[in-house]
């Protein structure tokens, strides 16, 4: 009986690892409006700015990023969209 009991309540799905933020990992603090390199990573090729979902940034760095990005436009470092 203790074995049927343990069966039930063990998960039907292994949970993934979360893979650790990639400016942590860098040891990036602060991202810089200049370094238009490393802000192309989290654009999309539109020229939208990725969720963090999908560049595995934590959620103080990103709106780092985003600011960055939006710095950046503004300056004309960056496009605002793709033709």
């Known amino acids: 009986m203790a074995n049927n ?8 799905f ?7 933020c990639p400016l942590t990992v860098d040891q ?4 810089d409006h200049n370094v238009v390199e490393k802000l192309t990573r989290y654009i999309s090729d539109r020229g939208k700015i990725l969720p963090r979902r999908n560049t595995g940034v934590s959620a103080k760095k990103q709106r780092i990023v985003s600011n960055a990005i939006k710095r950046a436009r503004n300056l004309g470092l960056l496009p605002y969209c793709t033709e």
Do not use: D, M, Q, S
């Open 5 to 12: 009991k343990a069966l039930k309540e063990a998960p039907k």
């Open 14 to 20: 292994k949970r993934r690892k979360k893979r650790p």
């Open 28 to 31: 990036i603090n602060v991202l």
